[in-house]
């Protein structure tokens, strides 16, 4: 599951997490980024071990801006508190998960 | 073994996958995400396919897939990594899986192309971006350079006009190629500051886009830059099999490649004019020399 997260929930949920946990980045006027959400929806069934989250850039400027996010879709894996590692564009499934394993 | 793999959604793949189903063939559409349209998911304003008088990308895109799939197509979403000759057809190995058909329609397409100057690699999402309307909301009231002087590039600067406070439009050429009311509406737009017969020779900023260095040697300051330098096609994965010319692969509008079995639709072909209608038409066309091709072996 992808869940919504709020600026004001980011810090305890995200950064303060016990797992690592995926950001997508994204927007619905971006026709890549809803090509990307599928595919991260389908992913976040097949790990346990990371937590999903997906943030929209319209309604949460203040995080894009936190995390310099100039362009999207944007993915951002977060480990123990602290960005672990950053992806731009789209990626296919398998793409995806070879990204999310790095980090297990 | 299926009867056809037709490999790509964007327009030409939809519109065989309803000729496909028309034509009562057992075939499969693999896509290597679960979203079709192709290049046309990035443009925010198309009004020259008939019918739609204004309409976006992402929804034409849409429109077309539930088309293809209440005709009864099924769609496989994986990334195709190999296509080989086999006895009686064709294996297409992809990246999870392994299908094999009499026949394949290859309508890949093409991507954005790269412009290759200094700065662009390690910028890429750092201020250098290939959507404009992906990205163009970043750039709010701050200044922005297209490169490019075709349609892309032309709609491009119109709609970073709208969000930035200047648009710079780069175009090595000494006139402008895009369509002509296109043309018209970037002459007329005073944000849109046009340099012509001039190269970018470098992008500059440290970790993230702060200006332009022109092959003049004139510099100027922007927080974006957007590529639209054409197209490349997505033909490599034919290398060997099938002739091309310039990374296109050589068909005429019947999509009969020089390799038996395999046809081709949309902008990967060797044509005029690659748009939404004509890559529509080549879908139609490939799936009929498919029947032709199919009743004769």
């Known amino acids: 599951m992808v869940k919504e997260i709020k600026t004001q929930d980011f810090k305890t949920e995200v950064i303060g997490g016990s797992k690592p946990a995926l950001v997508d980045f994204w927007a619905s006027w971006c026709g890549p980024c809803r090509m990307l959400s599928p595919v991260v929806d389908k992913v976040s069934e097949q790990y346990d071990g990371v937590d999903f989250y997906k943030v929209n850039v319209d309604e949460e400027p203040d995080l894009a801006m936190e995390y310099g996010i100039m362009s999207i879709p944007c993915l951002i894996m977060f480990k123990d508190g602290k960005i672990f590692d950053q992806s731009v564009g789209v990626v296919p499934e398998a793409a995806l998960k070879a990204f999310v394993e790095k980090a297990l | 073994m299926k009867d056809l793999i037709i490999a790509g959604s964007g327009p030409a793949g939809l519109s065989a996958a309803v000729y496909a189903s028309n034509a009562m063939l057992d075939f499969a559409v693999i896509e290597k995400f679960p979203m079709s349209g192709g290049q046309i998911l990035n443009t925010y304003d198309i009004n020259n396919y008939l019918g739609f008088e204004s309409t976006d990308g992402f929804t034409l895109g849409q429109t077309f897939r539930n088309h293809a ?229």
């Open chain 2, 69 to 297: 799939e209440k005709a009864g197509a099924e769609f496989i979403n994986d990334e195709i990594t190999a296509i080989e000759k086999i006895d009686g057809g064709y294996r297409v190995a992809c990246t999870m899986g392994e299908y094999f058909a009499k026949t394949v329609i290859f309508a890949l397409g093409a991507t954005p192309r790269k412009l290759g100057v200094k700065g662009e690699a390690r910028l890429t999402g750092r201020g250098v971006s290939y959507c404009a309307t992906c990205d163009g909301s970043f750039f709010k009231g701050r200044a922005t350079a297209v490169v490019g002087g075709g349609d892309v590039a032309l709609e491009d600067a119109l709609y970073l006009a709208n969000i930035c406070s200047e648009v710079y439009l780069i175009h090595r050429r000494d006139e402008l190629r895009g369509a002509k009311y296109l043309q018209d509406r970037v002459f007329k737009n005073e944000k849109i500051k046009l340099i012509l017969s001039d190269e970018l020779d470098e992008i500059l900023g440290e970790n993230k886009v702060e200006g332009l260095r022109l092959k003049s040697g004139k510099t100027f300051t922007v927080d974006g830059v957007f590529i639209a330098v054409g197209t490349e096609a997505q033909s490599g994965l034919l290398d060997g099999l099938v002739e091309m010319k310039n990374g296109f692969i050589v068909a005429d509008e019947s999509g009969i490649t020089s390799a038996d079995g395999i046809f081709v639709a949309g902008d990967v072909r060797t044509k005029r004019l690659r748009q939404v209608s004509t890559a529509v038409s080549d879908g139609a066309n490939a799936v009929y020399s498919v029947e032709e091709y199919l009743n004769q072996i």
